[in-house]
């Protein structure tokens, strides 16, 4: 694979002069469409030790404006990211559309060093890059433009590169002992990388092998490779923009939806507790959460909980049970609303991977990313293709959640169409409840059938065994927040007894994140 990077390729002095004035010019006009378009750019790199990764990105951030650029390196793991599931910190970098990342190593780093230090077999190895490849195909299916460079030398070169290195005091720092067993190595860590590449090089995202022995030519080939890709996305996006006709939600199953029994219409909405019985164990269940809360905090166990239902189905009420029985300290309820401008120029799921808990804290989110496959879905915000692809990319982000430690819990509490007449008219009678009604709630009540077949077609695609679905019977207000708290205290007691175990049958590559 690697012999194309080892034929000595080089560029002049006066070629890379001419090439360099007119390329850095070209850049930054595509940058300038770049900004105004709805593509994020994350540029990836890797390779071998001594091949100038550094300088590369220190002259792309010379050749563009470095204004729509970041620059990210991940050789080092800060408390705050070792707290949280390994992506977290790679979700962080991710640009907003328009703009473009520069990414050393990325989600390639961890793989590499650890197969090459004998910290994972193969099979662990493949099953890392699985999740990476469907990674990548998560961001490039929402519109991101991924390149990868891998930048080589052969042996010979390597060696008087990193020789050329350690007599300069300037770069010294470079030398950590850790990488310097690579080069001791050569063959076995070009075999990891030939591994790595030809399983992870998709025609979405595919590898850009650079010969970096000539520090011009290899310069030169990254910001044509980067310009090209570019301006052919671009050009992709403006041959593809036409008209979209208005978004309209349509049930696919041949039969109407309200003819549809669904799992929601099996739950027993008359389930109630008397106020005596509701007291008791609301005082008992309060005080075992806030106690269960602090153990979970010693023994560095985050918790994630996520309340889902239809308006008026007493989510609000069900948190505050719980929010006002743990310590403050301990907890932060994330309540989702429309997207803000900013969020709306990532992935949808950013802005969720961005309030998740550090090791030995709880998140509650008042809705969540399952907007996506409901309302998105009936109110036509995201196309067919957006929200039907949505399924599995929530699947894997729930995954990573508890593969990391994370305790998940997920709430979905139902009410009957008469109850929730009942007190939408509740609410605009009552002043301190008035605002809680709104237009769109009246306008949703009217989809009800759709909604409805959303809610069931989410509920049986994403409720998995690392991650199941609670269904809440909500017409009674105190059996439904008994029921919730009930289920929290009873998962968090038994999942505080045993050590996490990895979903797939082990952890990726080795890595022990709990």
């Known amino acids: 694979m690697f012999e194309s990077t080892k034929v000595g390729r080089t560029v002049s002095k006066e070629d890379f002069r001419e090439q360099q004035e007119e390329l850095r010019t070209e850049l930054l006009a595509a940058q300038r469409d770049l900004k105004d378009s709805n593509v994020p750019v994350i540029v990836l790199i890797s390779g071998v030790e001594a091949a100038g990764k550094g300088e590369v990105v220190n002259r792309l951030n010379e050749w563009l404006d470095t204004r729509g650029v970041q620059t990210f390196a991940f050789w080092d793991e800060s408390d705050e990211e070792r707290d949280r599931p390994r992506y977290w910190r790679f979700w962080r970098s991710m640009p907003a559309r328009g703009e473009i990342s520069i990414l050393f190593g990325g989600w390639y780093l961890t793989p590499i060093e650890h197969r090459f230090k004998g910290h994972c077999t193969d099979a662990e190895l493949d099953g890392e890059l699985n999740r990476i490849v469907d990674f990548e195909r998560m961001l490039t299916e929402d519109g991101a433009l991924i390149l990868k460079f891998w930048f080589h030398l052969s042996e010979p070169n390597q060696k008087a590169r990193l020789k050329e290195l350690s007599r300069d005091d300037r770069s010294r720092w470079k030398m950590l002992p850790d990488k310097s067993k690579f080069s001791e190595q050569y063959a076995a860590f070009e075999q990891v990388a030939e591994r790595i590449i030809r399983h992870t090089d998709q025609g979405s995202c595919p590898w850009y092998l650079i010969e970096a022995e000539d520090r011009r030519y290899r310069d030169l080939t990254v910001g044509k490779t980067l ?18 006709p208005e978004r309209v939600w349509t049930p696919e199953l041949p039969n109407s939806p309200s003819a549809q029994i669904t799992i929601i219409d099996q739950l027993d909405l008359s389930l109630a507790l008397e106020r005596e019985t509701y007291q008791q164990e609301m005082k008992r269940l309060q005080s075992e959460i806030n106690e269960l809360a602090w153990s979970a905090y010693n023994k560095k166990r985050s918790t994630v909980l996520v309340f889902e239902g239809v308006d008026a189905a007493g989510k609000g009420g069900a948190i505050r049970r719980i929010t006002t029985a743990v310590d403050a300290r301990l907890y932060r309820t994330i309540p989702i609303a429309a997207p803000t401008d900013e969020e709306k120029a990532h992935h949808y799921l950013w802005r969720f991977w961005r309030h998740v808990p550090r090791a030995g804290f709880m998140t509650l989110y008042d809705r969540s990313w399952y907007g996506r496959i409901l309302v998105e879905r009936v109110e036509g915000f995201a196309s067919h293709p957006e929200w039907r692809r949505a399924y599995a990319e929530i699947n894997r982000f729930e995954e990573q959640l508890v593969e990391s430690g994370i305790v998940m819990l997920k709430f979905w509490v139902q009410i009957s169409d008469e109850e929730q007449l009942k007190r939408f008219k509740d609410r605009e009678a009552t002043p301190y409840k008035r605002y809680k009604i709104t237009d769109e709630d009246w ?3 009217e989809k009800w059938p ?26 009674d207000k105190p059996f439904a927040r008994v029921k919730v708290l009930k289920t929290v205290c009873d998962t968090l007691r038994e999942a505080l007894k045993r050590t996490p175990e990895p979903i797939t049958g082990y952890l990726p590559c080795g890595e022990k994140r709990v």
């Open 227 to 244: 310009l090209h890709a570019i301006r052919s996305r671009l050009a992709e996006n403006s041959a593809a923009a036409t008209p979209a």
């Open 443 to 445: 306008r949703n009540r």
């Open 450 to 475: 759709h909604y409805r077949e959303a809610i069931n077609e989410m509920i049986v695609r994403t409720s998995t065994r690392y991650a199941p679905w609670t269904l809440v019977e909500g017409n």
